[in-house]
């Protein structure tokens, strides 16, 4: 292509169609409208031109993300019937998972070479989630992702409609949802994060849906569980680091978790991980006090959003939906996000 290709006006006509949501890229490309080689054309336009000053993007895979819209293209122009629904919208893959052939790094200088020769269990990507522009792109993939997979000991049944067909339905509305603005340890809670529970309550309630002020149970203990599971993730992770080139906090993780002992890490285990995240979020400066070494407030509250999500998608997970081992959706455009 032309070195200028995704300068001025071309960059400007590409944004509308990189950024447009999920769906209506699946449906341009469904008929005809534009191909899947220009939705990989108009994402790298949009990640080049910015990215030097942003750095999202750590590896772009560009020739195999063209290859791979090309063979989309010619199951378009065959009519082919049995199109999974995002066929021949690119996809990104944030660096914290493995992808096949594509460079991992994890967010560390220790795995800069690191290429891993197999994927990681595709439930990790739907049970993290996905970044989406709108409710219905996320109802979508769930319907696409969501299902049991092998190894699972129970699951739900399927759903009487598709997730997006609820989100999308007029009455979907009642549902009942619990918040607090109580922290489960002694602690005040950061007033900007009391309002936003509150906020978002309000709008909950006036959208039709049931609110109720409850707080989960829990014990100041929680508070120290978190550091002996990060410790054993940490110190299990393969290959195992050179620890001269982690960080120091790493480094003092990753030897925290040779030394524990199983006993150990099934009591930090046990439940309450989803509370723990609560009291790190809603109360960061405290949380951050009583961590055995130093953090900031932001990584604080970064952990216990983690932690939440972490419980709420393990809860899921086990009594709600399962997800399927393979992905149906067509992947054509692969880079690695930060």
Known sequence: MPGDFWGGALVAASDGLA?????????????????????????????????GRIGAYLTLCLDRALDEARAAQEAVARHDASLPPFHGVPISIKDLYDTAGVRTTYGSGAYADH????PGPAH????????????????????????PAPGDPWWAPAPPRPFLADARAEDARGFRIAVTTTAIAPVDVAAANAEAVREAAALLESLGHSIREEAPPAG??????????WAVTMA?????????????????????????????????????????????????????????????????M?????????????????????????????????????
């Open 124 to 147: 990790m990507l739907s049970q993290r989630g996905p970044i989406d522009r709108t409710v219905a792109d996320a109802a979508a993939l769930l319907d696409v992702m969501a299902g």
């Open 220 to 229: 100041e203990d929680l508070l120290y569980r978190f550091p002996v599971l």
């Open 302 to 338: 970064t952990i216990g959003g983690w932690c939440i999500g972490s419980a709420v998608l393990a809860w899921q997970a086990a009594h709600t939906w399962r997800w399927r081992s393979g992905p149906s959706t067509s992947r054509c455009c692969w880079g690695r996000w930060r």
């Open 19 to 51: 950024l447009a949501p999920a769906l209506e890229q699946a449906r341009l490309v469904r008929e005809g409208e534009v191909s899947p080689v220009e939705l990989v054309e108009a994402y790298a336009g949009r990640i080049e031109v910015p990215d």
């Open 115 to 118: 290429v891993p020769a197999a």
């Open 236 to 300: 299990s992770r393969e290959p195992r680091p050179d620890l001269k080139l982690v960080e120091p906090l790493n480094g003092e993780l990753i030897r925290m978790g040779d030394a524990t002992s199983a006993p150990d890490y099934h009591q930090g285990h046990g439940g309450g991980f989803g509370a723990l995240g609560v009291v790190l979020f809603v109360a960061p400066a405290w949380s951050a006090e009583r961590f055995p070494w130093g953090v900031s407030d932001f990584v604080a």
